[in-house]
């Protein structure tokens, strides 16, 4: 995994399995790739106050906590006022990957940011949410340009 440049004043949060989660960056930079075995995760800035999460692959038990701190590093550290989580390219949701959900839900509900998760086509992702009953509680949206096209929800 290539290292992550941080300065004094930025926090280093670590993964469970001892690996530096990534760092946020300037909304001038438009774009992160970033994966640890079974997720890759994609984040771009397409519109200023916007940042669009992607995930790849699965989140489950060992790739959840990957994810949260991703997610959490965005909702502290960058000035949001949507962000968008597209779930459409995962294989597998798991119980830990709804538990993220339910948290960065109410992270964003505390902070002001408005939050959309994507679900796309992806079978698994609304088989999970819809087993779970959250599909009726959480702000869901079919595509990415979907997502962006609605107004911030508090």
Do not use: C, Y
């Not at 509900?109 to 796309?120: A, Q």
């Not at 086509?121 to 779970?132: F, G, H, I, N, Y």
Request: charged letters at 20%; a neutral charge; hydrophobic letters at 45%.
């Amino acid at each position: 995994m290539e290292a992550t440049n941080v300065t004094a004043t930025e926090p280093v949060l670590r993964h469970p399995a001892g690996e530096r989660l990534p760092q946020p960056r300037p909304a001038s930079e438009a774009e992160l790739d970033t994966s640890t075995p079974g997720l890759r995760i994609e984040v771009q800035r397409p519109r200023p106050g916007t940042a669009v999460v992607a995930a790849h692959g699965e989140v489950d038990m060992l790739t959840a906590p990957w994810l949260a701190g991703m997610l959490t590093v965005r909702l502290r550290h960058d000035t949001l006022e949507l962000l968008v989580l597209d779930l459409s390219g995962l294989d597998f949701l798991g119980a830990a990957g709804l538990s993220v959900l339910v948290q960065t839900h109410l992270q964003a509900r505390r902070r002001g940011t408005g939050l959309r998760i994507v679900t796309g086509d992806s079978r698994p992702v609304v088989r999970a949410l819809t087993a779970a009953g959250m599909h009726h509680d959480l702000p869901l949206s079919p595509t990415v340009a979907a997502a962006q096209a609605l107004t911030k929800e508090v």
